[in-house]
């Protein structure tokens, strides 16, 4: 008979998805990945707080974190890297990682805070907000143990995963180092939050140490990585959060529309005469806010600058720091300087 498990379920013969809780309501539950055989190996941790979670998951299939060979970190977010280090401690779990997300993963965050503090204040963020950032990424440092990266991926790397040879898909666009992990044989994909069904993942703003705004561009990266997946015709999609992806085009195409529309929106509201990052960030979700929410005001902020760059390389707003605050201008306006 077959063994039941409370807390896993077996989507492909000897690989096992664990979900596990997040704080907030979106993205939702993390799905951890588990890869039974010669070496056992997880995608993705969850945070520091679930590892114990995880660890009666793993103990179902009378596993252990000393078990553990190796642990594939889809990008540096904290609810998939946080539990890295507690099962590295435990025994001989070797931890591979995008050479792009390494920094995250090792530290906590990919740019130093200082130069998180000097683009939100170009952005026009107030005093008082910029202190709620401050807990966020106080809250990212409580989520994840920092962890050494053993193994850096690169684009086209293939890897023992389990029972399963696997290849590792650079997506950059969510974060700098995101990837997919993608077994070409059994057509399964393992994308990370490069595609949420729920949600439109957010393309992170890509902070740069070197330079003050950041110079490349989250959601022209992120839009070309989808392409790219689609390009391999994956017949099953495992995300990081949320439901499994049978309909690849299906999801873009929404993405694409929701990406569209948003375009339309922060373009109209730069019409309208808004030039300040933070205010069309607000104007763009009015209904997020409160002392509670950071992250969300962080990502909205986010959300709206990576848009506002697209439009930017479309000539169709123009960028200008005038005392030391990035101003938008909407290309029709009188007098507007490129
Ligand atoms: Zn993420």
Known sequence: MQKEYKLSREILPDVYKITLPVPGKRPGPVNVY????????????????????????????????????????????????????????????????????????EKGMDVSTGRYRSFLKLTGVPPSTGMMLRLLFFLFKYMAD??????????????????????????PGHTKGSVCIYLEKEKALFCGDTLIEHITPNAFV???????????????????????????????????????????????????????????????????GEKNVYRIARLLFPEIGGWRLPLE???SISEAYTNIQVLHKERKVFLNVINGLLEVTHAQEKGSVQ
């Open 34 to 105: 588990l890869f039974k055989g010669r070496i056992v190996t997880l995608i993705d941790t969850g945070t520091a707080q679930t590892a114990g979670l995880l660890q009666k998951a793993l103990a179902e299939h009378d596993l252990g974190f000393a078990d553990i060979g190796r642990i594939i970190v889809t990008h540096g977010h904290p609810e998939h890297c946080g539990a890295a280090k507690k099962i590295v401690n435990a025994g001989r779990a070797k931890v591979a990682a995008h050479a792009e997300d390494v920094v995250s993963i």
């Open 146 to 171: 920092n962890c050494g990266v053993d193994l850096v991926m690169r684009e086209g790397d293939e890897m023992e995963i389990g029972k399963y040879r696997a290849k590792i898909i650079g997506t």
């Open 206 to 272: 890509m902070l740069d140490e070197k330079e003050p705004l950041p110079v490349r561009l989250s959601q022209d990266e992120f839009y070309g990585s989808l392409e790219k997946i689609k390009i391999l015709c994956p017949s099953m999609i495992y995300s990081a959060h949320g439901k499994d992806i049978p309909n690849i085009e299906q999801i873009i195409e929404g993405y694409k529309k929701a990406f569209a529309e948003r375009q339309e929106k922060v373009l109209s509201i730069i019409l309208a």
């Open 297 to 299: 005001i962080f990502l």
